[in-house]
């Protein structure tokens, strides 16, 4: 915004250097762009911040500046004189749209001649970067500059049935603006219209049709307050901006509406003559109280670090034109019309440090302690979660979140599959990003498909993502976690060659069951079988302490073709809601075994189907309390085992709390395992 300085004086007096409120002026809340010119002539390109639309008129910069320097402020006179026949009698306004409208003022002006403005008029807007036009506009514009309130003139027998409806827009509207250009509209424009048709875009732009011309004799003066978010998006989609969409945009106070348009009306009488009809139409459903804000002076020192008087606050306060009120220790303030950041408690007091002077804060460590800022605890379990892949040699992936089915079906997904419940995206941008990704797998796959596409035949990566299906209401949305793996794994352990491994089944399983171990979320275990697009036979579901969580296998090669991708690929994705839920940060913490372990061998003759997970769970629930740790240190098969059969071998360490355990004691239950053992699975004891 460029502000005339000699204009500016007109509302407050300034005996500081122009350097002088230069520097000053940030600390109030004004950006300082650029200055032109020197001493009177000096103008100021100020940087007006988004939540103080006060300070986009005169009136609002000079109230600061006054705050500051503790003088009065001059308000632009109020002096109009009205007269004639009512105002009603020749004009009507309806408000047929309120939450986009809160107000709307309305003064006739009869008689005028229209003209160009005087020298100092039109000086004053040019040097404020505001084209001069005719004295009638130029008085809209002048008004605005004073008050931060757009105004607009019509030319009021050019108003079909002398009458202006604030409505929306209808589908079937356009409207020719005052800069020659025919814009269709739809319902989410708000529009000021006549009796029969659109005469402008509210709050952005007037209309060609009723614009004030050289003929125009009669004005209709407006002056209203639209709802910030209407024009917002009104002036995106038509791609205009005005100086008044700008303040707007960013809400103008209703109460200040009518105080405008008296010192608009008084300007176009005096600078085009004619009459100021009597009264004003003034409709206004949208009003509202202006609410108290409550400030406990004993919280100012606790959040500057620095005791300001009493006095000096209920002081700065009511310069800034709030209405105070003092009762002991507590200040109860109204904001005036304009300030809408003023709502809470911490916003007066920031008032208070801006006009105390930051440089009389001093640097000191705050009177209360303050607890250190630290993660959500979800966030830092998700963390934990890829510090552990990434430990197990995995790197992590992001992929986007939008997807087309067409790449669900290079999966192979089924038709009742749950994956298959995409949500469909209302605008998309490309053919491509269509859905919003049901899973996270064929977008990881993707990724693989392009590093092999480059000869990186070693892929070993991860993601962790929000996925989203459709329900019967609003979408479900989860957190997942997928992993792909493909090519060689590192290199050989030594006296191996050093080469590297293929990677296999068994190097997935150790990513996941380091992942749950190092949550400390419970058992990882597997069960034969899965979804149609992984291998049969090399496909299983991973449950979390019996409860489904997930699936992992070999990618099917009728799968693993449509991706381009030649081998085999091994990948998983899990329920990473479920997982995170159960996980714990904290580490439990035991005393050293104060007695020692006895350990003894068992071997098992066992189906080749039998999982070795069944088996430690039935050692667990077989040993009992004193078994403190089971370990598979040997897998055979072959002669002389019958065929379908494997031997597998398990270290048992038994170990009491509370005594060293004896020899007896260990026998007895190496002997009730041998016995219960073979009731609770089809396998045969080897001694």
Same mark, same amino acid.
């Given at each position: 915004?460029?502000?005339?300085?000699?204009?500016?004086?007109?509302?407050?007096?300034?005996?500081?250097?122009?350097?002088?409120?230069?520097?000053?002026?940030?600390?109030?809340?004004?950006?300082?762009?650029?200055?032109?010119?020197?001493?009177?002539?000096?103008?100021?390109?100020?940087?007006?911040?988004?939540?103080?639309?006060?300070?986009?008129?005169?009136?609002?910069?000079?109230?600061?500046?006054?705050?500051?320097?503790?003088?009065?402020?001059?308000?632009?006179?109020?002096?109009?004189?009205?007269?004639?026949?009512?105002?009603?009698?020749?004009?009507?306004?309806?408000?047929?749209?309120?939450?986009?409208?809160?107000?709307?003022?309305?003064?006739?002006?009869?008689?005028?001649?229209?003209?160009?403005?005087?020298?100092?008029?039109?000086?004053?807007?040019?040097?404020?970067?505001?084209?001069?036009?005719?004295?009638?506009?130029?008085?809209?514009?002048?008004?605005?500059?004073?008050?931060?309130?757009?105004?607009?003139?019509?030319?009021?027998?050019?108003?079909?049935?002398?009458?202006?409806?604030?409505?929306?827009?209808?589908?079937?509207?356009?409207?020719?603006?005052?800069?020659?250009?025919?814009?269709?509209?739809?319902?989410?424009?708000?529009?000021?219209?006549?009796?029969?048709?659109?005469?402008?875009?509210?709050?952005?732009?007037?209309?060609?049709?009723?614009?004030?011309?050289?003929?125009?004799?009669?004005?209709?003066?407006?002056?209203?307050?639209?709802?910030?978010?209407?024009?917002?998006?009104?002036?995106?989609?038509?791609?205009?901006?005005?100086?008044?969409?700008?303040?707007?945009?960013?809400?103008?106070?209703?109460?200040?509406?009518?105080?405008?348009?008296?010192?608009?009306?008084?300007?176009?009488?005096?600078?085009?003559?004619?009459?100021?009809?009597?009264?004003?139409?003034?409709?206004?459903?949208?009003?509202?109280?202006?609410?108290?804000?409550?400030?406990?002076?004993?919280?100012?020192?606790?959040?500057?670090?620095?005791?300001?008087?009493?006095?000096?606050?209920?002081?700065?306060?009511?310069?800034?034109?709030?209405?105070?009120?003092?009762?002991?220790?507590?200040?109860?303030?109204?904001?005036?019309?304009?300030?809408?950041?003023?709502?809470?408690?911490?916003?007066?007091?920031?008032?208070?440090?801006?006009?105390?002077?930051?440089?009389?804060?001093?640097?000191?460590?705050?009177?209360?302690?303050?607890?250190?800022?630290?993660?959500?605890?979800?966030?830092?379990?998700?963390?934990?979660?890829?510090?552990?892949?990434?430990?197990?040699?995995?790197?992590?992936?992001?992929?986007?979140?939008?997807?087309?089915?067409?790449?669900?079906?290079?999966?192979?997904?089924?038709?009742?599959?749950?994956?298959?419940?995409?949500?469909?995206?209302?605008?998309?941008?490309?053919?491509?990003?269509?859905?919003?990704?049901?899973?996270?797998?064929?977008?990881?796959?993707?990724?693989?498909?392009?590093?092999?596409?480059?000869?990186?035949?070693?892929?070993?990566?991860?993601?962790?993502?929000?996925?989203?299906?459709?329900?019967?209401?609003?979408?479900?949305?989860?957190?997942?976690?997928?992993?792909?793996?493909?090519?060689?794994?590192?290199?050989?352990?030594?006296?191996?060659?050093?080469?590297?491994?293929? @990677?296999?089944?068994?190097? /997935?399983?150790? =990513?996941?069951? $380091?992942? +749950?171990?190092?949550?400390? !979320? *419970? %058992? &990882?275990?597997?069960?034969?079988?899965?979804?149609?697009?992984?291998?049969?036979?090399?496909?299983?579901?991973?449950?979390?302490?019996?409860?489904?969580?997930?699936?992992?296998?070999?990618?099917?090669?009728?799968?693993?073709?449509?991706?381009?991708?030649?081998?085999?690929?091994?990948?998983?994705?899990?329920?990473?809601?479920?997982?995170?839920?159960?996980?714990?940060?904290?580490?439990?913490?035991?005393?050293?075994?104060?007695?020692?372990?006895?350990?003894?061998?068992?071997?098992? @003759?066992?189906?080749?189907? /039998?999982?070795? =997970?069944?088996? $430690?769970? +039935?050692?667990?629930?077989? !040993? *009992? %309390? &004193?078994?403190?740790?089971?370990?598979?240190?040997?897998?055979?098969?072959?002669?002389?085992?019958?065929?379908?059969?494997?031997?597998?071998?398990?270290?048992?360490?038994?170990?009491?709390?509370?005594?060293?355990?004896?020899?007896?004691?260990?026998?007895?239950?190496?002997?009730?395992?041998?016995?219960?053992?073979?009731?609770?699975?089809?396998?045969?004891?080897?001694?």
């Amino acid at each position: 915004m460029r502000v005339p300085l000699a204009w500016l004086r007109e509302f407050v007096d300034i005996d500081e250097t122009v350097e002088a409120l230069v520097e000053r002026l940030p600390m109030l809340g004004l950006g300082v762009d650029g200055v032109e010119g020197a001493g009177a002539s000096a103008v100021l390109d100020l940087e007006i911040a988004s939540n103080r639309p006060d300070l986009l008129g005169l009136v609002g910069i000079a109230r600061e500046i006054a705050a500051w320097t503790r003088r009065e402020v001059r308000l632009p006179p109020d002096d109009l004189a009205d007269g004639g026949a009512p105002v009603r009698s020749v004009a009507a306004v309806k408000i047929a749209d309120p939450a986009r409208c809160a107000r709307y003022v309305a003064h006739v002006i009869t008689g005028v001649r229209v003209g160009p403005s005087p020298p100092r008029i039109a000086g004053r807007l040019e040097a404020a970067g505001i084209r001069p036009i005719n004295n009638v506009v130029d008085a809209t514009n002048y008004a605005m500059l004073e008050w931060g309130q757009p105004l607009h003139a019509f030319d009021l027998e050019r108003l079909e049935g002398r009458r202006i409806v604030v409505r929306a827009a209808r589908p079937d509207e356009s409207l020719v603006t005052l800069d020659g250009v025919t814009r269709p509209l739809d319902p989410s424009v708000l529009v000021i219209a006549d009796a029969r048709r659109p005469v402008a875009l509210a709050g952005i732009l007037g209309g060609a049709a009723t614009e004030i011309a050289t003929a125009t004799t009669t004005v209709l003066l407006e002056a209203a307050s639209f709802q910030a978010a209407s024009v917002r998006r009104a002036a995106r989609a038509l791609g205009l901006r005005t100086e008044a969409s700008a303040r707007f945009e960013r809400g103008v106070d209703p109460e200040g509406t009518l105080r405008a348009a008296r010192r608009c009306a008084a300007l176009i009488a005096e600078l085009a003559g004619g009459t100021v009809l009597r009264g004003a139409v003034d409709v206004y459903p949208g009003r509202t109280r202006r609410r108290a804000i409550t400030l406990r002076l004993a919280r100012v020192p606790r959040l500057l670090g620095v005791e300001v008087p009493a006095d000096e606050v209920v002081a700065i306060l009511s310069r800034l034109g709030l209405e105070v009120r003092a009762r002991g220790r507590t200040v109860r303030a109204v904001p005036p019309a304009g300030r809408r950041d003023l709502e809470r408690e911490e916003d007066l007091i920031e008032e208070v440090a801006r006009h105390w002077g930051y440089e009389r804060i001093p640097e000191a460590l705050p009177v209360e302690v303050v607890q250190p800022g630290r993660r959500m605890p979800s966030i830092e379990v998700e963390a934990a979660a890829r510090d552990a892949l990434i430990r197990a040699g995995l790197t992590e992936a992001l992929t986007v979140s939008l997807v087309t089915p067409r790449l669900l079906d290079r999966l192979g997904l089924g038709a009742d599959d749950p994956w298959r419940r995409a949500v469909p995206v209302q605008n998309p941008l490309t053919a491509d990003h269509t859905h919003l990704r049901p899973c996270l797998l064929p977008g990881l796959l993707e990724a693989v498909r392009a590093n092999v596409s480059r000869r990186r035949e070693a892929v070993h990566i991860f993601e962790i993502g929000r996925v989203f299906r459709a329900g019967g209401g609003a979408p479900e949305e989860r957190k997942a976690l997928a992993v792909a793996l493909r090519g060689p794994w590192g290199v050989g352990a030594w006296g191996e060659g050093g080469g590297a491994r293929e @990677v296999t089944f068994f190097h /997935l399983r150790g =990513a996941l069951d $380091v992942l +749950a171990a190092e949550l400390r !979320a *419970g %058992e &990882l275990g597997l069960e034969a079988g899965g979804p149609g697009w992984l291998q049969p036979g090399r496909a299983a579901r991973v449950l979390l302490d019996g409860a489904p969580l997930g699936v992992a296998g070999e990618l099917h090669p009728d799968a693993a073709a449509r991706f381009d991708l030649p081998g085999r690929t091994y990948v998983a994705e899990l329920d990473l809601d479920a997982l995170l839920a159960r996980a714990v940060l904290q580490p439990r913490f035991a005393g050293i075994p104060r007695f020692p372990a006895v350990r003894r061998d068992v071997a098992v @003759v066992a189906p080749e189907d /039998l999982p070795h =997970a069944a088996v $430690v769970a +039935a050692l667990r629930a077989t !040993a *009992g %309390e &004193l078994l403190e740790s089971v370990e598979l240190f040997d897998v055979y098969a072959g002669p002389p085992l019958p065929p379908g059969t494997r031997n597998l071998a398990y270290a048992l360490s038994f170990r009491a709390r509370d005594r060293t355990l004896t020899g007896e004691e260990v026998d007895g239950l190496i002997a009730h395992i041998h016995a219960a053992l073979p009731e609770r699975l089809p396998i045969r004891m080897r001694t």
